[in-house]
């Protein structure tokens, strides 16, 4: 069965950086999209990046263009969420996720992980 195991969530201060990691197991991922979400208190799951498993393309959303950068290693089946100049308005569980397509809701996507919390102070 597919498992999605979040890590690297912190208490960190605004302008630091945090790198999250997925670690995948349960089926080969080729031809899939790994995905990043967030919830922050109160909130529905926003998307954040997206990638192709196979090809490494990436997808971010404009929110956190130019500061976020998602990838993958293969040969570990991990995904990362490299985080820098990190902002109170970041604080927010990270979800990892997989699907059949790049799509930008969380309808689109059929396996979850646990979640990780990240809290930047201001």
């Known amino acids: 069965q597919v498992q999605l195991v979040e890590s690297g969530g912190g208490l960190v201060q605004g302008g630091d950086s945090l790198r999250l990691s997925c670690a995948a197991s349960?089926?080969?991922?080729?031809?899939?999209?790994m995905a990043w979400f967030r919830q922050a208190p109160g909130k529905g799951r926003e998307f954040v990046a997206g990638i192709s498993w196979t090809t490494g393309s990436g997808y971010h959303a404009d929110s956190v263009k130019g500061r976020f950068i998602i990838s993958r290693d293969n040969s570990k089946n991990t995904m990362y969420l490299q985080m820098n100049s990190l902002k109170p308005e970041d604080t927010a569980v990270y979800y990892c996720?997989?699907?059949?397509?790049?799509?930008?809701?969380?309808?689109?996507?059929?396996?979850w992980g646990q979640g990780t919390q990240v809290t930047v102070s201001s």
């Open positions: 349960g089926r080969s991922f080729r031809g899939y999209t």
């Open positions: 996720a997989v699907g059949p397509r790049l799509l930008t809701t969380e309808s689109g996507y059929g396996f």
